[in-house]
Every structure is written in structure tokens, then in C-alpha cells.
């Protein structure tokens, strides 16, 4: 069975210092990897998808994230952090055939 | 182009009250879902369809009945509400989800329900 794990429940940075979110997942086949952002009182936003292409990702806003196969991550960064980028963010698996399996969120806050 | 939407956006029930959430997209989707929001556990899927007149069991299904008589809806269900049920509700939709196993989620903006 495939699961996602977010190994922070709240990051804090400085704003223009770099972000880092981690994610760790398990699955027994290739699996789709996404990051959804979700803003205070809004629905869910895609960052970016990993669907088996380039294993560096780009998303919207900046935000990157790389797939690695053999750490089994998906870690989401981006270089330089700005004040509206406060906001939860889920870590998302999802093999063909099943729904998605959210992490349980990682709540990002930027200082100035 | 609205994308998903959710009504209503608030409400709160007394325990045993019943209520149905109405979830909308005019994306043309074959896809429809459920989830449940809760602090601290993500999203968890309850129930969701792969097409007009056909739904079928998420994660969490108990409490909770699911309709699509119509492609472009997606009611949710709650017979006799519990304290349990208070959380926040999210209906997504997407365009498939067999071979090409890429297709986005759409989201809507959420139902905060309060059971008291």
C-alpha cells in the first residue's frame, strides 16, 4: 500500500532565506507524486506534479522539487522565501488506478 | 469558467440533523470525489465516481451517502449528523484516472460544517 509521510508539521523561515519541505513516500509501483498548497480558508492549489518525466520538477511561484527513486523523497524548495508563501502544504501519492493519499500537511511560516 | 464549486461555504447542525452538500464543476469531468479535512490528517478520501450514476467507498465512507445523477454534481450526504462529522469538506474533480494516471485534482473551497 502507498503512503506519504511529511517529516515536519511546521517549518518556519525568514523571509528571501531558502524554504525546504520534506516528504518521504512508499509504494510498490512507479507512483504520481504531487504538492498541493493550500492558503488559510481556501481550497487546494497544484505546485507541481512528478509523473515519471524529468526528476527535477518546476512548479508555480518558484517552487521546485526533486524525485529521488532510491531516498524515496520528494522534497519541495524554493530559493527564496516571500511573505505570501505562508500556507499549509500537502505532500500527495497517487498510483494508477486509486485515489490520492495525502500527507498530513506541513504549515509554512515566513517571517520578515 | 466557475471550475468546482461547494454550497454552502458554513453550517452548523445539531447532532441527529441531516443536510446534503452540493458539489459542481463545468470542466466536463468523469471524475468526482469527497474528502474530509481535519487538523492535523490531511485530506481523507470518503467517497467518490468515476462517472454519472456510479459512486463508490473511500477511506472514511461510514456516516456519510454519496449521489452523481448528473455528471456535473456531486451530492454529499449526512443522514444523521455526529460531533464527529465536524470538519471541513472538499470536493475535487478530474478528467480521469486509469492509464494516465497524471490527471489533476480540481478542488473547490470548501463546506466548514459544525456538529454541536
Known amino acids: 500500500a502507498q503512503s506519504v509521510t511529511q517529516l515536519d508539521s511546521h517549518v518556519s523561515v525568514s523571509e528571501g532565506t531558502p524554504v525546504l519541505l520534506r516528504c518521504n513516500y512508499s509504494s510498490s509501483y512507479s507512483p504520481s507524486l504531487f504538492w498541493y498548497v493550500q492558503h488559510p480558508n481556501k481550497g487546494l492549489q497544484l505546485l507541481l506534479k512528478?509523473?515519471?518525466?524529468?526528476?527535477l520538477v518546476k512548479g508555480i511561484n518558484g517552487f521546485e522539487a526533486e524525485f529521488k527513486k532510491s531516498e524515496t523523497s520528494f522534497h519541495l524548495t524554493k530559493p527564496s522565501a516571500h511573505m505570501s508563501d505562508a500556507a499549509e502544504y500537502f505532500c500527495?501519492?497517487?498510483?494508477?488506478?486509486?485515489?490520492?493519499?495525502f500527507g498530513k500537511g506541513t504549515t509554512l511560516s515566513v517571517s520578515s | 469558467n466557475a471550475g468546482v464549486t461547494q454550497t454552502p461555504k458554513f453550517r452548523v447542525l445539531k447532532t441527529g440533523q441531516s443536510m446534503t452538500l452540493l458539489c459542481a464543476q463545468d470542466?466536463?469531468?468523469?471524475?468526482m470525489y469527497w474528502y474530509r479535512q481535519d487538523p492535523g490528517m490531511g485530506l481523507r478520501l470518503i467517497h467518490y465516481s468515476v462517472g454519472e450514476g456510479t459512486t463508490a467507498k473511500g477511506k472514511v465512507p461510514d456516516g456519510y451517502n454519496v449521489s452523481r445523477l448528473k455528471k456535473q454534481n456531486f451530492l454529499l450526504g449526512l443522514e444523521s449528523a455526529a460531533p464527529s462529522q465536524t470538519s471541513v469538506y472538499f470536493c475535487a474533480s478530474s478528467s480521469g484516472q486509469g492509464g494516465s494516471f497524471e490527471y489533476e485534482q480540481y478542488f473547490g473551497p470548501g463546506t466548514r460544517l459544525t456538529v454541536t
Open positions: 500527495v501519492v497517487k498510483q494508477a488506478g486509486t485515489a490520492l493519499i
Open positions: 512528478y509523473t515519471s518525466a524529468a526528476t
Open positions: 470542466m466536463n469531468h468523469e471524475y
